[in-house]
């Protein structure tokens, strides 16, 4: 591992040996981590929080829901998703098989706790990192539908940083066997004991995920999403997070905040991603402590 400063993480590559490099097999999954720790360290263990990156994005781009966090005490941890993030490249398998992501995350946990006790820990995400987080949580995929996605049955909606990016899955896997298997654990219990919260912004998948595993969550949720989001929508990406997690509160950002006005370089309204990463501080640290 690197580091470059004091405002800057711990950076370094982990391999999970059980699972392969989509673009080069012979090789294990590599999963980048950065580490920031707490701005001001606390009396006690500093408690970890993980937070998970939107579609195509990196964990060192989430500094506007990371530097909340670790004003509030917190530890925290970002990711590389493989294939779907802008560091290294995107592979096809990378977008639909969001079921990687949370594998991601509790390996990367391991492989912590193996230095030092982490005690609870808190996760958040953006956007397509939100199902990261509530599938840690136990949110299980409805397995039939990313099969009709990805055998063409049904649409896949438009992927920017990816265009054509189910023709290209189609052609690495080109018979409905390879698919299945490609799918392969797809409505998994990825569920981590160690979770006990949840924070989702701008949250997506919602309308992937089936009613049983989110009614059955125990763990604190909180959700905020944008009144003009069109990226994830309200009423298909996140009012079933809203409606069926019996621990969840949420509320809308605001009616004109848009799904990019969280992440942009230069957001219409620096001030919403300020409030909400600071209730998203303010919610993991009361959960966690």
Known sequence: MAISGPEQPLVGVLYDESRRHWGEPARPRPVRIHLWEPDAPPAGPAPPAVVSHGTGGSGGDMEWLVRPLREAGLRVLTLDHHGNDSVDGYEPEGFPPVWERPWDVSFAL??????????????????????????????????????????????????????????????????????????????????????????????GVGGFVTPGSLAAIRVPGGIRWGGADTVNPYEADTRPYVQRIPTASGRCAGAHVRHDDFPAPEPADPAVRHRVGGEAAVFCARHLR
């Open 110 to 203: 391991d492989t912590l706790a193996r230095k030092r006790q982490l005690g609870p820990v808190g996760a958040a995400g953006f956007s397509l990192g939100t199902h990261t987080a509530v599938a840690l949580a136990g949110a299980r995929l409805d397995t039939d539908l990313p099969w009709a996605v990805l055998s063409g049955a049904a649409p896949l909606p438009d992927i920017p940083e990816f265009p054509g990016v189910l023709e290209a899955y189609r052609k690495k896997y080109p018979d409905d066997l390879s698919v299945r298997r490609a799918i392969d654990g797809a409505g998994a219990d990825l569920s981590d004991a160690r979770v006990r919260a949840v924070f989702q912004v701008a949250p």
